[in-house]
């Protein structure tokens, strides 16, 4: 069972700076979804931007305690021109 | 990974504009993640599709390849788009027809 607070937090410690929003989608604590808005995805192709949100959570993964995460990523730019949606 | 495996993936991705790696063929889609990918993508243009499950080889080598774990994969003017969840927020986000044009770095 994770907590998506600390999914949150892992995910900040890699990107300082960002807007990270985390939910558990079944309420089974291992499917989630994120939103992340960071300034380092600027410039970045979108699969590059998930590679650097699954990078601090790679053990999780591993292991299966973190089965899915549905990420929605955004640099500051593309969250002007698209989000909130 | 074996370089010929190698050799083949960077000729295979080189040689067409759009490549899905995907379960199934193009009459036949194997997966529902990979018949929505090639559904998207044929709205852009011709498909060279390359079926995973023929070949065990192929099906593992080309997550090494991509270093990316799952099936489908899409990669378009050779570069790696990403899975189908990628694929689907480019479409969404009006981005796809820019990449097969060529016009975004993403």
């Known amino acids: 069972m994770l907590d998506p607070n600390a999914i949150r937090q892992r995910i900040l410690g890699a990107l300082p700076g960002s807007e990270v929003d985390v939910n558990d989608t079944t309420g089974t604590g291992d499917h989630f979804e994120a939103r992340v808005v960071s300034p380092a995805f600027a410039g970045k192709s979108m699969v590059e931007q998930h590679q650097m949100v699954y990078a601090p959570l790679q053990d999780w993964l591993k292991t299966g305690e973190l089965h899915a995460l549905a990420l929605k990523t955004y640099s500051p730019e593309q969250w002007k021109k698209l989000g909130p949606r | ?106």
Not at chain 2, 36 to 65: N, S, W
Not at chain 2, 77 to 91: A, Q, R, T, Y
């Open chain 2, 1 to 106: 990974m074996n370089t010929d495996l190698k050799a083949r993936f960077d000729a295979e991705i080189r040689s067409h504009k759009i490549v899905l790696f995907m379960k199934g063929n193009a009459l036949f889609p194997q997966c529902g993640f990979s018949a929505r990918a090639l559904q998207i993508l044929q709205q852009h243009g011709q498909v060279h599709t390359v079926d995973v499950l023929a070949d065990p080889e192929v099906r593992q080598g080309i997550k090494e390849y991509s270093n990316w774990p799952t099936i489908p994969q899409i990669f378009i003017n050779g570069k790696f788009v990403g899975g189908s969840d990628i694929l689907m927020e480019l479409e969404e986000r009006g981005e796809l027809a820019d990449m097969v044009a060529g016009k975004t770095p993403a």
